[in-house]
Each structure stands twice: as C-alpha cells, then as structure tokens.
C-alpha cells in the first residue's frame, strides 16, 4: 500500500509507512499510523485514530478498538482482542497456546486473550492467553499475567499480583487493596469507591 490509504468501506484515510506490508482485506479505520516493518495480516480488524509503532505483527483472527497505541516490536497473535484506548508498551508479549510444543499442532487450540478499555501493559510485560484484562487496570513492566485482572488493578512481579489501584489518568489511588473507601482524583475529579476488593469510578 501506498503512504497514504483509504479504507476498504471507502472511509477517511491512514497512513502506511511504505516499508510496511498490509494484506489485502485487512481493515483499518481513519487517522490510524502504520510505521516503519510492520505486518498487518489481511483478516485483522484495527479501529480509528490507532498506531502500530515500528517491527509491529498483526494476525488474522485479531480486533483492535480506536485509539489504540501499540509501541515497537510488538506481535499481537490470533485471538487477542484490544478494546478501545489501550496501550501496549514496547516489546510486551502476548501469547495464544497455552502449552506450546514445536512437534504439536495446536492451532485449532487457541485461547482468546481480551484486553479491555483503558488498560497499560507496560513494557516487557508478558500475557499468558487465555484471560481478560480489567477496564483501565495496569500492567507494570516486566509482569508476567497469568490470570484475570481486575478493573483499575496494579499488576506487577511475575507471576503478577495485584499491588494497588490506578485512574483512568494513570496515577496511583491511595486506598488499600480490600474494605472501604472514596478517592477523588486531583486531575479529572472522578470519583473512586472501593466496595469489598472491587473499585468503581463515577
């Protein structure tokens, strides 16, 4: 594809590096950048205003919301599905066969992996398949998740373990990890209730 692309539906443009491969019948919505190496297989679904950063793979079998960052060198395999404004850090991992072996065929034994609205996986982090991830919830780098995270959960160490709680702006909300509380966050005024080991925000 050229530098600059229309959507297949005939929707507003994006921007391909020419150094990256985009399959035919792949489907990317308007404002979104692919950069530098980057693969984009012809059956992913990848929403508006998204960048793919430099060495990115894309499978078939994957949906990406709107507003998805996604930074270099990151494969994102069949059947992970990223809802809108997630970031994925560099280098982070997903993965989609649970008990890889070379002399196995295990394609027909994928497991969805979804990571939903809002949510950081920082850098390094790695995703065992298989689980979801919490609305705005945040992966420190270097984690290993093995298994569901909470919505607004602080994730880190390997395997992951759930150290405190974020905002949506990506600060740390100063109330324990279980029991009762109210934080109001300083940038945006949401408001946070803690309920048994759940968070809410209004």
Not at 15 to 23: G, K, N, Q, R
């Amino acid at each position: 594809m050229s530098a600059a692309s229309t959507s297949p539906t005939g929707g507003a443009s994006f921007t391909v590096h020419p150094s990256a491969i985009v399959d035919l019948g792949a489907q990317i919505g308007g404002g979104s950048r692919v950069w530098h190496f980057v693969h984009v297989c012809g059956g992913a679904r990848i929403g508006e205003r998204c960048s793919l950063g430099q060495n990115v793979f894309v499978g078939n079998r994957v949906v990406i919301g709107n507003n998805v960052k996604i930074q270099n060198n990151v494969s994102v395999y069949d059947n992970v599905t990223l809802e809108d404004d997630v970031f994925c850090g560099p280098s982070m991992v997903f993965t989609n066969v649970y008990n890889p072996r070379s002399a196995v065929t295990r394609k027909d034994e994928y497991r969805d992996t979804l990571v939903k609205r809002g949510a950081t996986l920082g850098a390094n982090c790695t995703v065992i398949c298989g689980i979801t991830i919490g609305e705005h919830a945040f992966v420190a780098a270097g984690a290993v998740v093995n298994r569901d995270v909470k919505p607004f959960a602080l994730m880190a160490g390997v395997p992951a373990r759930q150290i405190g709680w974020m905002s949506k702006f990506g600060e740390r909300v100063d109330l324990p990890l279980t029991g009762t509380g109210e934080y109001r966050c300083p940038h945006t005024g949401n408001m946070y209730r803690l309920s048994g080991d759940s968070l809410s925000c209004t």
